[in-house]
């Protein structure tokens, strides 16, 4: 199952320790020693893989490395190597403390999320004219630390959604490289898909049922990353018995978990076209033209109507 919700504490790395050395050199005098290490930082990246979030499945607290202590003969500690921990496009990363904010909006996107420790002076750096054999060093600074809310909310071109079992899995292996599970029973999608056209992100979300916004079905886990998509592809099937009413069913889940969907522009497709007769297609199409003026039919089967939703994609894309 995707998850797409997760608490995690991460630290960075503490800064290394500055040494009190001298110089053993022969005939070479004054304070030799090195300066600690600069801690690891901790940023994040965005990608495009959505299971990025099963790496905290099992690891919540996550540790960047520490600086190494100085040393004598002018030795700086090495400092330590930045951990980069990779997150879905659309997470946004919230500090439970403090309550800040930010998301991760775009594939290779780096945000800092602590700051590594700053490495201590080692007393080569503490001499002067005054002090020419100082003993004094520092210790490396503490790094950053923070408790953090990871939220998924996926960012997507356009959504597929409509009742179980309609076609959008099919759809979207069709149109993309995705190699999505389907099969003639509900909830075969059991996670949010993502595939690529061109440059258009298509999100094939999990089959809403009524009562979906109340917690029923498969709906409400997923219904949050549908407000992120810029376009509903509204799939009803052609061989329901009322699309009407199948169409009003998720119009009104949407509505319920947050009206603002109801206003994203939206596609009617009329799937598994193939299962009726031209003159009961006909019919449908009329009254599906009464809930939208964007309404086409779609078979996987078909190979003219897929040229019409790839035609469909090509002007989306270009719009862009």
């Known amino acids: 199952m995707l998850l797409d919700d ?14 009190a050395g001298f110089n053993k050199n022969l005939m070479s005098l004054g304070p030799a020693g090195g300066s600690g290490g600069k801690g690891a930082s901790i940023y994040f990246e965005g990608v495009s893989d959505l299971n990025a979030f099963n790496q905290f499945r099992f690891k919540k607290q996550l540790f960047a490395e520490d600086g190494r202590d ?39 996107e780096q945000v800092l999320a602590v700051k590594g420790g700053k490495g201590g002076r080692g ?32 960012i997507a071109d356009i959504g597929f959604v409509g009742l179980p079992n309609l076609g959008k899995s099919s759809l979207l292996n069709e149109l993309t490289n995705a190699s999505v599970k389907v099969a003639n029973y509900q909830f075969t999608t059991l996670e949010p898909n993502l595939g690529v056209y061109y440059s258009l992100i298509l999100a094939d979300i999990p089959g809403l049922i009524e009562g979906a916004s109340e917690g029923k079905g498969l709906g409400i ?7 992120r998509t810029k376009i509903l592809f509204h799939f009803l099937a052609a061989d329901s018995e009322n699309i009407l009413t199948d169409y009003k069913t998720i119009r009104k889940e949407l509505e319920a978990y947050n009206p603002a969907l109801l206003e994203k522009p939206e596609y009617i497709l009329i799937s598994r076209s193939d299962t009726v007769d031209e003159s009961q297609l006909k019919k449908l199409l009329t009254k599906a033209k009464k809930l939208s003026k964007h309404v086409m039919p779609i078979s996987i089967h078909n190979w003219e109507q897929l040229q019409k939703v790839k035609e469909l994609l090509n002007d989306l894309d270009a719009q862009k």
């Open 70 to 108: 100085g040393k004598g003969q002018f030795c700086d500690g090495p400092d330590g190597k930045d951990l980069i921990i990779k997150l879905p496009v659309g997470t946004v990363i919230t500090n439970t403390e403090t309550k800040e904010a930010v998301e991760i909006t775009k594939v290779g």
């Open 123 to 154: 007393n080569f750096l503490f001499r002067s004219a005054k002090n020419t054999t100082p003993k004094e060093f520092e210790f490396g600074k503490k790094g950053g630390h923070a408790n953090l809310h990871l939220q998924l909310k996926m």
């Open 6 to 19: 997760v608490k995690i504490e991460i630290s960075a790395g503490n800064g290394g320790k500055g040494c």
């Open 221 to 227: 886990k997923f219904l949050k990353h549908i407000e």
